[in-house]
């Protein structure tokens, strides 16, 4: 059984072709949380785009250090307020939405088009209230509740606003999105195709002529997937039982990466260790059998080789090797949880390790939790 995974699908579109778009999205997810921040610049090109970027970087800051989304809310709208009147920087306008990972969902907008909710069937308008009343301008919030398969949408105003003198007063308006979103819902449409269908929709009503930077973010709730890596025999001799039992209880696929980690958990599993393969190359690590778990392979060397290949062309790889099988599972999980061992073993000792390069498992796991995270994927270590 999964969990509740946050994707994000973005498409994103500049006023005139070759120049930078005046809006910028950002977003982090977290053990916690999904974070998303869209931005729109005043404006348009280069001014709108360096502003657009500055202040939701700006915004996500002040999020990762502990204030809360009106404080940083707040907190961003007075320094955007000085930075236009003392800097002649462009202001920005913006929506920041917080989904917890049971699916609670707070969205505060600042002058931008308001939230949408999806389901599978139907769109919805949501509705907001002011919290703030900031030198005029009304911070606006909402709450919802996304389970499997619900989403929200943000945009910004170069979608509302399609169409102005080309059939529309004001323009397409939330309404109409809202509309030609639940036609589409109706017909079983993919929220990976949703925000291509919008976008192709306004290109149409804009006469093949964008009025203004476009935007389109929907993130939806599905059930995501899990891969745990268990590295390293604990610390205390004593705790091995009770770590062996929490990594068996976890959901999705099971990795071992170390030899005396595969006999500390075959120990207290009661289960044999088989060889799988070995080879002769040194290039290609070994790889063992327990009953019970996906895969199990040597320690060091194949997360280095592992962390190595995190950039490379898959159809380069070999496909009868452990470390591409390390890679297939853990590219295929949204979640990758990593049990470290504190123990030292004999191939974190070996000088031959040292001069290889080969850096330890206290070492190396951290660069691979960098390199998944910067791929949108939830990473937690617990060091044992």
């Not at 929200?152 to 509309?179: C, H, N, P």
Request: charged share 25%.
């Amino acid at each position: 059984m999964g969990y509740e995974h946050i994707e994000v699908e973005l498409k994103q579109h500049s006023r005139h072709e070759g120049t930078p778009c005046g809006d910028y999205f950002i977003s982090k997810k977290t053990e916690a949380h999904t974070t998303l921040i869209l931005c729109d610049g005043k404006g348009h090109g280069i001014k709108a785009n360096v502003a657009a970027t500055m202040y939701a970087n700006f915004l996500m800051k002040l999020l990762e250090n502990n204030y809360s989304l009106r404080a940083a809310c707040k907190k961003l709208i007075e320094i955007m307020r000085y930075s236009t009147n003392k800097a002649n920087i462009p202001y920005a306008v913006f929506t920041v939405a917080r989904i917890l990972n049971d699916g609670v969902t707070t969205i505060l907008s600042y002058n931008m088009p308001v939230p949408i909710f999806i389901s599978t069937k139907k769109a919805k308008i949501m509705t907001q209230r002011n919290v703030e009343n900031i030198a005029g301008a009304e911070l606006k919030e909402t709450n919802c509740y996304l389970r499997n398969n619900d989403g929200i949408m943000l945009v910004s105003d170069g979608v509302t606003q399609a169409g102005i003198g080309r059939g529309y007063a004001f323009g397409w308006g939330s309404e109409k999105l809202s509309e030609f979103v639940s036609e589409k819902l109706e017909n079983h449409i993919k929220y990976t195709d949703l925000p291509n269908e919008i976008y192709e929709e306004i290109w149409k009503t804009c006469e093949q002529n964008n009025d203004d930077d476009i935007s389109i973010v929907i993130a939806h709730a599905r059930e995501g997937s899990i891969a745990t890596v268990f590295t390293g025999p604990p610390s205390k001799q004593e705790d091995d039982s009770k770590y062996v039992r929490e990594f068996l209880l976890t959901s999705g696929k099971k990795i071992i990466c170390g030899g005396t980690t595969a006999g500390v958990i075959a120990k207290n599993l009661g289960r044999e260790i088989n060889v799988k393969m070995t080879s002769p190359s040194p290039f290609t690590p070994p790889s063992y059998e327990i009953q019970g778990i996906d895969l199990v392979t040597e320690g060091a060397i194949s997360l280095n080789q592992f962390y190595n290949i995190i950039d490379a062309d898959r159809n380069l790889m070999e496909e009868d090797n452990p470390v591409t099988q390390i890679y297939d599972l853990l590219m295929q999980a949204d979640k990758i949880i990593f049990y470290i061992g504190s123990a030292n073993t004999a191939e974190e000792t070996d000088i031959s390790f040292i001069q290889r390069g080969i850096k330890r498992r206290q070492e190396i796991v951290p660069l691979i939790a960098e390199k998944m995270q910067q791929l949108g994927k939830i990473v937690v270590i617990e060091w044992i």
